[in-house]
């Protein structure tokens, strides 16, 4: 092997570890996720043809380990405790004065205590033990002296390095690994359309997807973490412990930026109020705030009581759980038809907020559960901000009159169409698809939503009024709307309506595997979305695909590709994606071999006119595949007009901006193709 190969390969894992950090630590990337899948494709190539350049430590290691038939145990290099709880600020004074006593009696002279305050994170916890710098063992707590081997499905967890830079010869690391808040929203809304049972709350989530045997699980269920801790150590040592939090953020680690270090116990006070104030806005679940003395020297003098070290304490906030009870079972209609039960309840206050009504999830969730109208029920708010009934209480199942357990309408609550279960599905659908107003509701809140088109200003309240009022009547009309109509509704200003139009406009370039998740496929959440679009490269490709084909994607078994296919043939399916096609939105990867060799990369056409050898929707592909764009309306950003047989007024506008026009042949000269056809 030539020793530059070695060097380039040597380097490329050092670019691909920096821009990890760069995106995943800091959310600062540096360059666009096109040039970083040339980096990893690029190393990716090398390691192919040179095996034994691949290093456990290589970017290109992350996914793709095996499935293990069991975790091996490992005893932690130093025991991973817990701490003792405070639940008011009385117990926390007292906490500090102990330790006051204990230090007096140690003889150790305090000037000033400083302590440090972060969040108690609601994931699972882990070790990281780095060697020399790089990753050689991750760890579940276990017991804390001993915990489980799951060093291949931490790897698949991008933000955590796989090796770090000017680093001793031993480091372990440690930190909650946890599933942020719209993950778990998505991976449920994922689990509940395949009819699996969705996860309590995110930590669950999290503690499922690490605890996987097979890591190309864990890779597809986005996880990150937050770094708070150092355990063993040689070569290096901390006299502090945000000394210590400073090194892990300075070496790659994500720490989370809103520790902060205190001089007096008023400010820890402070700062535990404000992070239970936040404690809703985050990205993340947290059930408290962690406490610790920053001097770790004076860790070591107040030692350990029981498996709780004295130093540190944590300030825990009320339960999100309550009591009250279920007064009716009310269902709703999905996007895709199915009906979905929910609890209207007696209000009752959650943490802080009141709750009124609850979800039930699905019909499965419901039998599971044995929820009743009329039962005193354990409601919980976790992860998703809608509060969930979590079960009834074991009075309310004793209760002599609990009426039978509640069954689906016959009629759609939206509509009135009869309902239906087809044959082994566990859920009751209303059949009229597409043409039920509260599917079509629920049709465009998914699709403007923001994992999906992320169009901002267009929230469930405007999309009620706007369907109400006629604006729109199906989910491409969004593409149609514009100043003067929204302006003249009652109560927009003209400023919010050019806002409104604005972002619409701007979700026109969400690339294809967000446009492919939004069309609101049965199944096809966000991550399904991602590898369809990854392995199709475009919607023409996947409208051609085979069941056998789109069996083949990551993460899709037979049902589900029958599914995706059958969806796929709907005629309001094949209606939709021609009309936001119209629209100019993006209907093929911008990844992949297509975008990068694309010679029409970065380049906009209109059609128009019938051209002599290609149908619209090839000349479209053919673009697209080639790394261009169609639009409908010609404007200064357009860079070509094709021309074909009787042109439109489109032609004309071209000639007026000047925009130049081309015909077919010069198309496909153009994009490459003209030899191949
Ligand atoms: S320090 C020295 N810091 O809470 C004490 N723990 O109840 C060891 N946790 O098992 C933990 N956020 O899973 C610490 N900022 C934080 C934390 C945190 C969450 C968890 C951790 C630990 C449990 C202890």
Redesign the pocket.
Known sequence: MPAEVARRAEELREQIGYHDWRYYVLDDPEISDDEYDRLLDELRALEREYPQLVTPDSPTQRVGGKPAPQFRQVRHLQP????ANARNEGELRAWLERNLRILRREGVEVEQLRFVT????????ISLVYENGVLVRGAT?GDGEIGEDVTSNLKTIAAIPLRIPDAPPLIEV?G?AYMPRHEFVRVNEERIARGEPPFANPRNAAAGSIRQLDPNITASRPLSI?C??VGATEGIDFESHYASLEWLREHRFRVNPDVELHADVEEVVAACRRWEERRDSLEYEIDGV?V?IDDLRLWRVLGVAGR??RA?I?WKFPPMTATTVLKRIGWNVGRTGHLVPFAELEPVQVSGVVVKTATLHNEEDLRRKDVREGDEVIVMRAGDVIPQVVSPTSRAVRRPDRPPPPAPPKRCPSCGTPTVKPPGSVWTVCPNRWACPGQLFQAIKHFVSKGAMDIEGLGEENVRRFLAEGLIGHVADIYELDVERVAALHGFGRKSAEKLVAAIERSRERPFERVLYALGIPGVGAVNARNLARHFGSIDRLMEASVDEIEQVEGIGPILARQIRETLDEPYIRDLVARLRRAGLRFASESGEARRDGRLAGKTFVLTGTLPHLTREQATELIERAGGRVTSSVSRRTDFVVVGDNPGSKLERARELGVRTIDEAQLLELAGEDGRR
């Open positions: 991973m405790l817990s701490l972060e969040p108690k994170i609601d994931g699972l916890a707590r440690r909650e937050w708070y801790g962690v610790k709780e070290p540190a944590a």
